[in-house]
């Protein structure tokens, strides 16, 4: 580790010049498989750097698969397999680790930071009055502790019924089929519909954690671009003919990270194209209750082909864990089989308490009131943004995302980590694209978008700081 310096006012970052100088050591074969690294105390005094930036690259490189960190002993260089070492010096791009570490980074390390380019509605904004009053009610009632309904408490089911109505999805409470949120319900589609090696369309950008799960299951993506009235419509239909998919993942409304929504002639084109080339679609309609009613593909489709998800996470509680899927009747039996073989059956005290909340003659007017403060949050939000020169994608009308960008920033991944940095979490672009290809796009959260630091990282990122 003596060869490696650290230039304290060079042009690239500190953490950068220490991961790419580690590196160095361990495909050159100087620090060799096994070896131990310097403690993060020793190598921060003898480099004259602080300690966080010594952990900050300790982690990076540990996420690249360079090291590993072994509990009370430190830090070790791990194996590295024939070529890698050649080929990880000259990508363009970040490799997929890198993304991987910086989602943990977003994801994981919330304290402290202007959550920018975070998923979440601020706790304080949510009715946890109501939630508390839901919870009061449901421990005065007998049976909490049951294992449940594989298919989810039914009273809930029935009120999901009633619910679907409104957006004239005729589902009956036996095609729904309750999850442990939005992501089990991707999950349960994703192993009944696709195999390792099969194709699924995806929108181009859309989102991560959809298509990182995708990648587990072996699954080839194949990304369609998102437009300001929903995806390209020549380019999905040249897509479905070259790559003959067996599934189309999208989001008709509040689209994220975009914030756009399907124009009626898309939708209507969509489902032609994926009855002509035979795949099913599944819409996510995770933000439904932040916009007002209205049709979506499963109200055109008649759950034909369209696979209807959704959750509560956005209006009641992100750590609830409860979404349904809706679903043609013979689907939705196959699917509970796959609930029952992989989980047995959700968590019926958590269904119990969405059924409380949702029941609750203060939950529609408190939706209300949230619309309305997402909408004035957005509205200053997109002033904001444009009055520091960053140029808006389209401006939606319902959600709590806007898409934007600085016209002289090719790739907004630096961006981000700079940000990290300064204690301000960005949502960069490539992190949204289905292959991890650069972006200059970022993700706001119009929540958040009025923080100072936030604008102040904004601001000298406009001049080119």
Known sequence: MERLSVELHGKDPLVEQIVAGIRREIDERRLRPGGRLPSIRLFAETHKVSRFTVVEAYDRLVALGYLESRR?????????????????GTQARPRTADLVWLIRRLLTEREGMALAGGPWIPSEWLDEPGMRRALRALARQQGILEWG??????????????????????????????????????????????????????????????????????????????????????????????????????????????????????????????????????????????????????????????????????????????????????????????????????????????HAALVDGHYRKFVARLRERIRQARERAVLALERMGLELFVEPKAGMFLWARFPHIDDSLPLAEAGLRERVMLAPGAVFRPNLESSPWMRFNVAVCEDPRLQHFLGRARGGV
Do not use: W
């Open 149 to 354: 309904d594989p298919r989810g408490y039914a009273p809930l089911r029935a009120q999901l019924e009633l619910a679907l109505a409104e957006l004239d999805i005729p589902a009956a409470a036996s095609q729904i089929v309750l999850t442990d949120g939005t992501s089990q319900a991707l999950d349960l589609v994703m192993r009944r519909l696709l195999r390792p090696g099969d194709t699924a369309l995806v929108d181009d950008p859309g989102y991560y954690n959809l298509f990182g799960n995708l990648r587990q299951h072996g699954v080839q993506l194949a990304g369609v671009p998102r437009g300001h009235d929903g995806p390209d419509i020549e380019a999905l239909e040249r897509l479905a003919r070259e790559r003959r998919p067996k599934v189309y993942f999208t989001q008709s409304v509040m689209h994220n990270p975009t914030g756009t929504a399907l124009s009626p002639h898309v939708a209507f084109r969509v489902l032609q194209i994926a009855e002509r080339c035979d795949f099913a679609v599944v819409e996510d309609d995770v933000c439904c209750d932040l916009d007002l009613p209205g049709p979506r593909l499963a109200t055109l489709d008649r759950l034909n082909r369209v696979i209807y998800v959704r959750s509560f996470s956005k209006t009641l509680a992100g750590s609830l864990r409860v979404g349904f899927i809706a679903c043609r009747a013979g689907l939705a039996e196959e699917l509970l089989d796959l609930k029952m073989l992989t989980s047995i059956t959700s968590s019926h005290l958590a269904e119990r308490l969405v």
């Open 72 to 88: 009370g002993a430190g830090f070790y260089a791990t194996p590295r397999k024939n070529g890698e070492a050649a080929s990880a």
